[in-house]
């Protein structure tokens, strides 16, 4: 099945029979908001909202560990995150959508594997990742290629068919947040290569990646990054810039729940 992991609202998508409300316990906690099941023309898809119904969870705050491991006990195989950037890359600007194809993490305090060798839950199950955190493993996942290909390449298909301006590729640095960056931060993010700037990317690749589910991130340009434009940055511009947005973004949803 389809997961998305996206901002509350999502589950008011058009054409979409609501099947069910899911509330998952899982060994890291609950997640920030219950799994609602849907249907569209005999395909299953779970929504998750990332920062909670209300949104009251930050982006330094989200219970990833748990948010992962909530889809995957529902059935989830496949992730489609949606997120809001800042754009550094000056080719990228607002309401332009970017397949993003690789990270660079700056977050400083957030739970970020499963594997914890002899620290690792207690959990249950007969899956292979089960097995090697019960056997209390020590793991390193190959991250070269953090994003799923395959999703990647359903997303410029739809893109391309919806002509929506869209980048195929792009590497998002995760900051710390809940503050935005520092004009001198955007300049190192830019020397090292980062075309995009969010604060919710991170760890939520890694541990799909571990969790086998093969994930994606949709980014949508909400603002060029602090410094860029020279006036200040506003969460208001950010959320104004994403409803405006919110209908393409549901078209091409629904159009991954086909695929
Ligand atoms: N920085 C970090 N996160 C963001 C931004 C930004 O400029 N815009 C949207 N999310």
């Not at 889809?71 to 000056?90: F, H, M, Q, T």
Request: hydrophobic share 40%; proline share 5%; glycine share 8%.
């Amino acid at each position: 099945m389809l997961g998305i992991i996206g901002g509350s609202g999502l589950y008011k998508l058009e054409n979409i029979k609501i099947r069910d409300e899911v509330y998952v316990n899982t060994p890291f906690g609950g997640p920030s908001s219950p799994v609602i099941i849907g249907e569209l023309e005999g395909k299953r898809v779970a929504f998750l909202a990332r920062h909670g119904k209300d949104h009251s969870y930050p982006p330094h705050l989200v219970p990833y560990k748990a948010n992962l491991w909530a889809l995957r006990e529902i059935g989830v195989n496949r992730v489609l995150a949606i997120s809001a950037v800042g754009s550094i890359n000056k080719l990228f600007r607002a309401g332009d959508f970017v397949i993003i194809d690789n990270f660079l993490d700056f977050t400083r305090k957030r739970d970020s594997t499963y594997y914890e060798g002899k620290f690792s839950a207690e959990v249950e199950g007969n899956d292979e990742v089960a097995r090697l955190l019960r056997e209390k493993k020590v793991v390193h996942i190959d991250v070269t290629e953090p994003y799923c290909p395959q999703v990647r390449n359903s997303l410029m298909d739809i893109l391309e068919e919806k002509h929506f301006k869209y980048h195929p590729a792009g590497t998002y640095a995760c900051t710390e947040g809940p503050r935005f960056e520092t004009a001198a931060e955007i300049r190192m993010l830019e020397k090292l290569g980062a075309d995009v700037v969010g604060m919710t990317g991170y760890p939520e690749v890694v541990l799909a990646r571990e969790l086998t589910m093969c994930y994606a991130s949709l980014c949508v340009v909400a603002n060029p990054a602090a410094g860029i434009s020279g006036y200040r940055l506003t969460s208001k511009e950010v959320l104004e810039l994403m409803a405006e947005r919110e209908e393409n973004i549901k078209e091409v949803i629904m159009e991954l729940i086909l695929k």
